[in-house]
């Protein structure tokens, strides 16, 4: 392992296919738009097969070469990645579903699947010379950026709504960052960010906005096609916001196809919003390629309470190519589904866990999904976090 090298060759635009320097610290290309890291596929394939990775380390580095650090030995990891794939038995009867998982990325560091992006983008941001962070943050973004930057002994400056939940903005302020809090949504965070850091001092990990969250997050691709025995599931339900995982997944089945490991087929790809925040789901119906900013956007998920994704235009192209869709549900069935998937599988999920279940159900009614299909259900994060969201809506759902 310790010869294995990232095989990181260039940042690419992914608006206009220019090319940048990786080891330089980036944010936006000159289009202002997301870069993507690419590799030097050739090399990275002559140490990353199959094979070797069983023998390798078990959390999300264990990609190394296609992983955009070089200084492996001096990685500020907590073991982000590895998540378990649980099957989950019980929905066999009554849905008859007979393939269905749930990727559980509850049990990440922090709680959330934000630990894998924020430790890739912290740790490639240390090995280009930074060691002031920023963000704006709806809740759990900003409890990873807080974890890593206490762990690397650097600074971190986090905006985030004033109603977030407590224990978001305590789980930051514990880890030593600075905590502004904005009166408004994320949106406004990130004016508030930009407004007090015209110098440019700190530097900015907001979702796609620095091309290295994405590669932390492609992670979950790799490992569900690793835990699936060398297959892609065919449905995969999606929680989406920023979009990064949807993004993310996407590149690593694309590089896995470069590697040789999969062919051209792809699961279809279902994006899940909040209805009170579903900016996606309203350009998908109305088959637009970019999405217009959602106006009072309002949901206790607070990962969905993204009004505008600068990823959008991935995002839907994505859903389309891969014969998906972007489907909307209220705050009450997300809890009532979150607590269906606690009840019938042990996890105790976030309302965006909850939220893939409800989606689930809602495909199922619409013949959009087939009951003997591989199904997988993303939990982004854990419910321990949300208890108000729960106390306030659950109760009418107890009976259940
Ligand atoms: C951030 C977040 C999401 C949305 O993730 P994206 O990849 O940005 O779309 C979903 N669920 C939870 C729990 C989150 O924290």
Same mark, same amino acid.
């Given at each position: 392992?310790a010869?294995?090298?990232s095989?990181?060759s260039?940042l690419?635009?992914?608006?206009?296919g220019?090319?940048?320097?990786p080891?330089?610290?980036m944010?936006?290309?000159?289009?202002?738009?997301p870069?993507?890291?690419?590799y030097d596929?050739?090399?990275?394939?002559r140490?990353?097969?199959?094979n070797?990775?069983?023998h390798r380390?078990t959390?999300m580095w264990?990609?190394t070469?296609?992983?955009?650090? &070089?200084?492996?030995p001096?990685?500020?990891?907590?073991?982000e990645g590895?998540?378990?794939?649980?099957?989950?038995p019980?929905?066999?009867?009554p849905?008859?579903l007979?393939?269905?998982f749930?990727?559980?990325?509850?049990?990440?560091?922090?709680g959330?699947?934000?630990?894998?992006?924020?430790?890739?983008?912290? &740790?490639?941001?240390?090995e280009?010379?930074?060691?002031?962070?920023?963000?704006?943050?709806?809740?759990n973004?900003?409890?990873?950026?807080?974890?890593?930057?206490?762990?690397?002994?650097?600074?971190?400056?986090?905006?985030?709504?004033? @109603?977030?939940?407590?224990?978001?903005?305590?789980?930051?302020?514990?880890a030593?960052a600075?905590?502004?809090?904005?009166?408004?949504?994320?949106?406004d965070?990130?004016?508030k960010l930009?407004?007090?850091n015209?110098s440019?001092?700190?530097?900015?990990?907001?979702?796609?906005?620095?091309?290295?969250?994405?590669?932390g997050?492609?992670?979950?691709?790799y490992?569900?096609?690793?835990?699936?025995?060398?297959v892609?599931?065919?449905?995969?339900i999606y929680p989406?916001?920023?979009?990064t995982?949807?993004?993310?997944?996407?590149?690593?089945?694309?590089?896995?196809e470069e590697?040789?490991?999969?062919?051209?087929?792809?699961?279809?790809?279902?994006?899940v919003?909040?209805?009170?925040c579903?900016?996606?789901?309203?350009a998908w119906?109305h088959?637009?390629s970019?999405a217009e900013y959602?106006?009072?956007?309002?949901?206790?998920a607070s990962?969905?309470?993204?009004?505008?994704?600068?990823?959008d235009?991935?995002?839907?192209?994505i859903?389309k190519?891969?014969n998906?869709?972007?489907?909307?549900?209220? @705050?009450?069935?997300m809890?009532?589904y979150?607590?269906?998937?606690?009840h019938?599988?042990g996890?105790?999920?976030?309302?965006?866990?909850?939220?893939?279940?409800?989606?689930l159900?809602?495909?199922l009614?619409k013949?959009?999904?087939?009951?003997?299909?591989?199904?997988?259900?993303f &939990?982004?994060?854990?419910g321990y976090?949300?208890?108000?969201a729960?106390?306030n809506s659950?109760?009418?759902?107890?009976?259940?």
């Amino acid at each position: 392992m310790a010869d294995i090298k990232s095989a990181l060759s260039h940042l690419e635009c992914s608006k206009t296919g220019a090319t940048y320097d990786p080891f330089k610290p980036m944010t936006l290309s000159s289009a202002g738009a997301p870069l993507l890291a690419r590799y030097d596929i050739s090399k990275a394939k002559r140490t990353l097969t199959r094979n070797a990775l069983t023998h390798r380390r078990t959390d999300m580095w264990r990609y190394t070469e296609m992983m955009p650090i &070089n200084n492996l030995p001096g990685l500020h990891t907590l073991g982000e990645g590895g998540t378990p794939l649980r099957k989950a038995p019980r929905f066999k009867d009554p849905y008859g579903l007979s393939s269905l998982f749930i990727k559980d990325e509850s049990v990440n560091p922090t709680g959330s699947f934000k630990a894998r992006g924020l430790s890739a983008a912290v &740790n490639a941001a240390l090995e280009r010379g930074i060691d002031t962070f920023a963000i704006p943050s709806a809740g759990n973004a900003g409890g990873a950026l807080a974890a890593y930057a206490a762990l690397s002994g650097t600074r971190a400056h986090i905006f985030m709504p004033a @109603d977030t939940p407590s224990a978001f903005i305590q789980e930051c302020r514990s880890a030593g960052a600075d905590v502004v809090l904005v009166d408004g949504l994320i949106s406004d965070c990130g004016d508030k960010l930009h407004h007090l850091n015209s110098s440019g001092e700190w530097f900015n990990v907001s979702t796609l906005k620095e091309p290295y969250r994405i590669e932390g997050k492609k992670t979950m691709g790799y490992e569900l096609f690793e835990q699936l025995d060398g297959v892609l599931p065919d449905v995969i339900i999606y929680p989406t916001g920023g979009g990064t995982g949807l993004i993310g997944m996407w590149k690593a089945f694309n590089e896995m196809e470069e590697l040789g490991w999969i062919g051209s087929e792809r699961p279809r790809m279902v994006s899940v919003q909040a209805s009170g925040c579903a900016p996606i789901v309203r350009a998908w119906q109305h088959g637009q390629s970019k999405a217009e900013y959602w106006q009072n956007a309002k949901t206790s998920a607070s990962g969905l309470r993204v009004p505008a994704a600068i990823g959008d235009f991935i995002i839907l192209d994505i859903l389309k190519k891969s014969n998906g869709c972007a489907i909307a549900v209220s @705050d009450e069935e997300m809890i009532h589904y979150s607590n269906e998937m606690a009840h019938l599988t042990g996890i105790f999920p976030a309302p965006e866990g909850g939220a893939t279940l409800a989606t689930l159900h809602s495909m199922l009614d619409k013949g959009l999904v087939k009951r003997e299909e591989t199904i997988v259900l993303f &939990n982004t994060g854990s419910g321990y976090k949300y208890l108000e969201a729960f106390s306030n809506s659950g109760k009418k759902h107890l009976a259940n």
